[in-house]
Nanobody, 119 residues
Framework: QVQLVESGGGLVQAGGSLRLSCAASGLPFRNYAMGWFRQAPGKEREFVAFINWSGGTTYYADSVKGRFTISRDNAKNTVYLQMNSLKSEDTAVYYC????????????WGQGTQVTVSS
């Protein structure tokens, strides 16, 4: 059974930082690309960041480029999202996703972690 468990969300002031973690189990993690998506109230879920199996290739949504960094530790079966210079518009539930391809999420999702940025 595949499980993706996010952690690290919370309340932060604008300009602050948070680091999200996603611990994966039940799948050959090092064979999977991983991604982060987010969903704000009243909006559709949107792509945030992608990392390939080795960590050598990353992509970001234009809205977070230069502020967010995705990384992974295959020895720990964990993917991270370092979020700096947070803005109020980053407020959303952030979801970890396993197996994304260009423009499309994969089949496995975490339960989500809330990030709230106060202005």
């Amino acid at each position: 059974q595949v499980q993706l468990v996010e952690s690290g969300g919370g309340l932060v002031q604008a300009g602050g930082s948070l680091r999200l973690s996603c611990a994966a189990s039940g799948l050959p993690f090092r064979n999977y690309a991983m991604g982060w998506f987010r969903q704000a109230p009243g909006k559709e879920r949107e792509f945030v960041a992608f990392i390939n199996w080795s960590g050598g290739t990353t992509y970001y949504a234009d809205s977070v480029k230069g502020r967010f960094t995705i990384s992974r530790d295959n020895a720990k079966n964990t993917v991270y999202l370092q979020m700096n210079s947070l803005k109020s518009e980053d407020t959303a539930v952030y979801y970890c996703n396993a197996g994304p391809t260009t423009g499309r999420p994969g089949n496995y999702w975490g339960q989500g972690t809330q990030v709230t940025v106060s202005s």
